[in-house]
């Protein structure tokens, strides 16, 4: 089972967490609870609500792990990504006061791409986590989850055209504030 190092693989894992073997849990969470941390970071700026969420996260994973189909490397992970998007959005959609702006059909115009070289990965993080929770929302999905504006609209229960909108307006707003950071550290 352990493999040479004393390390189980993720399939090992999941067979004995399938038989509530508690040192399994713990393995697991110690190998992808930063991971899970940082993809519910990307949805929930808040420390504690992010802890709260990680928690969610794991007892579903624990609780329906008998559910996993394993898929070769990679799957368990993106299986537990999926659940750490889906609690995300959840905890937003309950207790969260974030509200999208229906446009119609009216798309904005297209927006620059942002430059981020030059600006540290955790300032372009905090940059996201600053914007509105429904842009938020959308930009993550759409860059990170690589969902569709339908997949985006479907699972926020906004238009399609909403989705494209609050994307749009959302990088709009990243592009401006890597801007304003660049000027303020172009002599650094």
């Known amino acids: 089972m352990a493999n040479s190092n004393g390390r189980y693989n993720d399939k090992d894992l999941v ?16 190998r992808y609870a930063e991971y899970l941390s940082a993809v519910c970071g990307r949805y929930i700026p808040d420390e504690n ?6 928690q969610e996260c794991f007892i579903k994973i624990f609780m329906s792990v008998s559910t996993f189909e394993y898929r070769g490397e990679g799957s ?3 299986w ?5 998007v889906n609690e ?4 937003l959609k309950k207790s969260a006061a974030y509200s999208f702006i229906e446009y119609g059909d009216s798309v904005p115009d297209t927006v620059e791409e942002p430059e981020v070289e030059d600006v540290p990965d955790d300032v ?13 929302m959308v ?3 759409y860059v990170f989850e690589n969902k569709s504006h339908k997949e985006i609209g479907q699972i926020l229960n906004i238009g ?4 494209a909108s609050q994307f749009s307006r959302a990088k709009a707003l990243l592009v401006k504030r890597i801007k304003e950071y660049k000027t303020a550290h172009k002599n650094d």
């Open 15 to 30: 067979r004995l967490i399938g038989r509530k073997d508690r040192e399994a849990m713990r393995l697991l969470y110690d």
């Open 49 to 54: 609500d992010r802890k709260d969420v990680l």
């Open 76 to 78: 368990l992970k993106a």
């Open 80 to 84: 537990m990504a999926r659940i750490a």
């Open 88 to 91: 995300s959005l959840r905890f």
């Open 124 to 136: 372009i993080n905090k940059m996201i986590l600053s914007l509105p929770p429904g842009y938020r």
């Open 139 to 141: 930009f993550n999905l």
């Open 160 to 163: 399609e055209s909403s989705s």
